[in-house]
């Protein structure tokens, strides 16, 4: 929480600059008075670990995760064992195990896709198309009628996917085909994404990290100031650097 | 295995030998067998009900016991009992089957002896399917009284495990029903806990929420002392949860408040609260799944009966969203079900809302939905059509008498389902009042036969609807129509009817006597038709009237009667005094005692019609007003607090004066 209280006492900040700026139109702000002023700004080393902790938490990171643990004191708001589970599910479905990946996030917790049948409908979507991928025709229409007809019946949405899906079936040239982009890497990837952000959330987690959340607020903050002053601005957000102003 | 179900289908052939194995002595081939089972049932609710069919939860359960007793010596054990508890946790998952196969194994206790475990993972599995099994209509209800009971609740609250405390939030949610259960609760030090989750981590919050939903429903002391928390704190802490990220989170906080605003709008006023509550729900509605689904319930639980809160959603453009959202693709029927009662509450008082919703291309939608494959969602068309035909201006313009919206609604009629029929029923009660133009159309397409035989139905709500449309429709209708409806109903029927055992059914026969007889002398007629078999029912019902509606119903029967000619007059007065020789006073007298001024007003006006000066025999019917002691009991009502009384019961001692003393 206080994370966030920094964040807004630095926008305040920026608000009062602006203000003192509105009478002056887009005054100009050296470099030198700007990092004099960012000087003043104070931030606890204490929050910045913790934001860089849930970062490595929230994105899986546990061996790195760990080591900070051990380097920094910083404590994760969440057993680091539940970490290495979830990768290794989100990893199952990224290689395609899917069958894998369901057992593994059931031994985790039960709930997780017994009450979310839309994640389950894609994981099970998922698992079709990666016997289609291994051209297992026969076993993917089974399955299709078995396992994935009946959740169509519960649900109009799904029962359009699955038919989409099914249409690969259709096509000698998958990768050539309409719905070809079921079979791309990034099918696998958003699947993949969306039972690491369940399992995150079962866990009483946020399932985004905060990181960028504040990133964006300094971007929006940064647009905020450009209509009233020119000031050392950070374009790469990659490198932080004090960009002079273009005057 | 001797197989049971025959013959087996290519896929429940490996079910049975899952099953089978089960029993296995070998326990890595029943683990197995468990996990197997486990990972085909969950989120799949098909197989879930193959293996219920195929015995699976008691076998499972049987391996749960025996794992139980075992566990403390091994660890495979363990294992077993863990997924066993699982398995047997996902059949009690949205599956009342297997709800209900769960509690017959017997598994219940077994579960509650997990959470006692040394071993986390044991204790995570027992509260989960525990949580599992209470969040089922037909889970046993938790007794708050028994004080052991009541220490285990706590200690499940009190718990550092969040799966146990989600499981006596679960509880709470399930069984409290009662504002003694409510009471007990908070005496408990139940509420304290419940707003310390609040500020807990997000699955505590989300299982806080709904426990105080339940334990503050319609308790204004419950209420009362959670907004007072700590000078407001608890009630801020809510306010701010309906701008969570966690939409579920949400969606909850905005159920929690609407609940308080239920028991008092007081303790939101002038927080600007209740309009920035419709517009989150409305946003909500956006949502997929569970949340936009029950978005749109919550908003109706919100605006019911409330006209103030539902003219704050027509300015939020409430119809507009909503209509935008029922005009979607591959609406689930429970959403579309959602949307529909919305708008149906929306447009049940304001004619604005009404004028916006009905020339809307979505209105087509909600005609469509009377089609719709599922009952539900059927009986919530009804509802809003029966909302938006409430409108006299397009009542009056024929806007609702057409086939497109009639002929589905005639169709609803047979439908097997109770409520929408009744549904059906209390929309086209409404439709049928249309202003005399096209009431015949509504014979022609056979309305009238279909609403007789409904109220001739075993069901008394379906008979006393059916009538109710029928006393509509004959509402200011010409002779035509009601020679139609008279014609179908007979005058036996409705004889029969109006002695029917149930009072709603009653006020009905006797309302829709009342309008039939009612304008021309001709319709009067009916009522003397087969030796007056009409005429004496009434009579009769009014001698043993159970309630204020019949007596006022009947009354004005005899009160249209009577404004006839002498026969008339004399017939009515035949009623009024029969039976009067062995009873001490005729009913009329204890009518015009009753508290009702309704009531008072309607055998008032049967006076003032006996005793029109200008027709014949006036002065014998005074006469026998006089003796039977009914005008003395008017001169005791000439400062009658009903103003409408007083005047008539003048008008009568005015007339008695001119011709009662001759």
New interface residues.
């Given amino acids: 929480m206080s994370l966030f209280w920094i964040v807004i006492r630095q926008l305040a900040e920026i608000e009062a600059m602006t203000d003192l700026l509105q009478a002056m139109s887009k005054k100009v702000i050296t470099r030198e008075e700007w990092e004099k002023k960012l000087n003043d700004v104070k931030i606890r080393k204490e929050d910045m670990n913790k934001l860089v902790m849930n970062f490595l938490v929230t994105e899986g990171y546990v061996e790195a995760a760990e080591k900070f643990r051990m380097e920094s004191g910083t404590e994760p708001d969440i057993d680091l064992a539940t970490i290495t589970d979830r990768m290794a599910v989100k990893k199952a479905v990224q290689c395609g195990n899917v069958e894998d990946a369901i057992e593994k996030v059931n031994d985790l917790n039960p709930e997780i896709l017994d009450t979310n049948p839309q994640l389950f409908f894609h994981l099970q979507q998922q698992r079709l198309i990666e016997l289609i991928r291994n051209g297992k025709v026969e076993e993917a229409l089974e399955f299709a009628q078995e396992e994935l007809a009946p959740r169509g019946e519960e649900n109009q949405s799904f029962l359009e996917e699955l038919e989409r899906t099914v249409a690969l079936l259709a096509f000698e040239d998958v990768s050539n085909c309409p719905v070809g982009e079921l079979l791309d890497m990034s099918q696998r990837l958003k699947t993949a994404s969306e039972v690491n952000a369940a399992i995150l959330t079962s866990q009483s987690h946020e399932k985004d990290p905060k990181l960028p959340s504040l990133l964006k607020m300094l971007i929006w903050a940064q647009n905020q100031l450009d209509k009233k002053a020119a000031y050392p601005r950070i374009n790469d957000l990659s490198t932080a650097k004090l960009e002079d102003p273009s005057v | 295995m001797p197989s049971s179900v025959s013959p087996a289908t290519s ?1 429940s052939r490996p079910s049975t030998d899952l099953v089978a194995r089960l029993s296995s002595s070998d326990l890595q081939v029943q683990l197995k067998a468990l ?1 197997d089972i ?2 085909q049932i ?5 197989k879930k009900l193959t293996f219920i069919k195929l015995g699976a939860v008691p076998a499972v359960a049987s391996v749960l016991a025996d794992a139980f007793d075992a566990a403390s010596c091994c660890a495979s054990s363990s294992d077993l009992v863990v997924q066993s508890a ?1 398995a047997l ?2 059949f009690a ?2 599956v009342d089957a297997g709800v209900r196969a769960v509690i017959d194994a017997g598994a219940l206790p077994y579960f509650v002896r997990l959470l006692s475990s040394s071993d986390e993972k044991v204790v ?1 599995s027992g509260a ?1 399917s525990l949580k ?1 099994i209470y969040q089922s209509k037909l889970a046993p209800k938790y007794d708050f009284s028994e004080k052991v009971n009541m220490d285990f609740l706590l200690s499940l609250l009190n718990s550092e495990n ?1 799966n146990v405390n989600g499981l006596g939030a679960g509880i709470i949610t399930h069984s409290c029903e009662t504002s003694a259960e409510q009471k007990v609760l908070c005496d408990n030090g139940v509420l304290l806990k419940l707003i310390d989750f609040l500020e807990g ?4 919050r989300d299982a806080s929420l709904e426990s105080l939903a339940s334990v503050m429903k319609d308790n204004t002391e419950v209420t009362s002392k959670f907004v007072e928390y700590e000078g407001g704190r608890a009630l801020n802490l809510l306010v701010k949860l309906t701008s969570e ?2 939409t579920r989170t949400r969606l909850l906080a905005c159920a929690c408040l609407i609940i308080i605003r239920n028991v008092s709008p007081g303790y939101l006023k002038g927080k600007g609260i209740e309009t920035k509550l419709i517009c989150y729900l409305l946003e909500l509605l956006e949502e ?2 569970q949340v936009g689904d029950e978005a749109s319930f919550t908003l109706s639980s919100f605006i019911e009966d409330k006209e103030d809160l539902q003219k704050l959603a027509f300015d939020a453009n409430a119809i507009d969203l909503l209509c935008t959202h029922l005009q979607k ?4 029927p429970q959403r579309l079900e959602g949307i529909l009662l919305a708008l149906a509450h929306i447009c049940s008082r304001l004619e604005v809302c009404r004028a916006k919703l009905l020339p809307m291309q979505a209105f087509d939608s909600v005609n469509d939905a009377l089609r719709h494959d599922c009952a539900d969602v059927r009986a919530a068309a009804c509802m809003c059509m029966r909302s938006v035909s409430r409108s006299v201006q397009n009542l009056s313009a024929g806007f609702f008498m057409n086939e497109k919206i009639v002929l589905p609604l005639l169709q609803l009629l047979h439908d097997p389902t109770l409520s929408v029929q009744l549904a059906a029923l209390r929309a086209i009660s409404n439709i049928v009042v249309d202003f005399r133009t096209r009431k015949s159309s509504f014979v022609r397409w056979g309305g009238v036969k279909q609403l007789v035989q409904l109220s001739m139905s075993m069901n008394p709500s379906i008979r006393s609807n059916s009538l109710w449309a029928l006393k509509n429709l004959t509402f200011d209708a010409d002779n035509k129509c009601k020679e139609g409806v008279y014609g179908e109903l007979t005058a036996s029927s409705l004889a029969s009817l109006i002695g029917d055992p149930e009072p709603p059914v009653q006020e009905q026969a006797l309302a829709l006597v009342r309008n039939l007889i009612d304008g021309s002398l001709d319709s009067v007629q009916y009522v003397f038709a087969e030796d007056s078999i009409v005429l004496d029912a009434v009579g009769r019902q009014l001698q043993r009237a159970s309630t204020a509606e019949v007596g006022m119903q009947g009354m004005y029967v005899l009160c249209n009667v009577a404004s006839g000619g002498e026969v008339h007059k004399d017939a009515v007065m035949d009623q009024l005094l029969r039976d009067t020789k062995n009873s001490s006073s005729p009913f009329i007298t204890q009518f015009l005692q009753s508290n009702d001024s309704r009531l008072r007003t309607a055998s008032v006006w049967v006076v003032v019609n006996l005793t029109t000066p200008s027709c014949r025999g006036v002065s014998s019917r005074i006469g026998k007003l006089r003796n039977a002691g009914i005008i003395s009991q008017l001169k005791n009502m000439v400062n009658d607090p009903c103003l409408d009384v007083k005047l008539r019961v003048r008008t009568i001692l005015g007339q008695y004066m001119t011709f009662g003393d001759s």
């Avoid at chain 2, 969950?42 to 098909?46: E, K, L, P, S, V």
């Avoid at chain 2, 981590?201 to 505590?204: F, L």
């Avoid at chain 2, 693709?329 to 689930?332: E, P």
């Fill in positions: 896929a996990r486990k990972n969950i989120g799949n609710r098909t699982a946790g996902s998952c949205g995570d989960r599992m969040e981590s997000i699955s505590q990220r966690s997929p799944g693709d591959l609406l689930q």
